[in-house]
């Protein structure tokens, strides 16, 4: 289904329910597409009063090595004293 912004403005619930009902829904400019609504695969992490599942969010989070902190640490440094201070190159 094409709608206009303007009539998803105003229908948006119905919009909605059209797609928790698996319609994908395209709300669009007269000259170009701007959206498509579509319902989410995606689960959600944790949703208010759900339970939390152990393992969720694994391999979401990635621990650098003591070389990678050590690299960051001189990069960051680097940055910091080897740069000027302003970018327009004034103080």
Do not use: C
Not at 12 to 28: F, H, Y
């Amino acid at each position: 289904m094409q709608v206009n912004a303007q009539y998803a403005e105003k229908h948006l619930a119905d919009l909605l329910s059209a797609v928790d009902a698996g319609q994908e829904v395209e709300i669009s400019r007269p000259d170009k597409p701007l959206v498509k609504l579509v319902v989410s695969n995606v689960p959600a992490f944790v949703t208010s009063g759900a339970e939390r599942v152990l393992g969720a969010g694994s391999g979401e989070l990635r621990i650098p090595s003591d070389e990678e902190w050590k690299a960051l640490d001189k990069e960051l440094e680097s940055a910091m004293l080897d740069s000027p201070l302003t970018t327009t190159g004034e103080i």
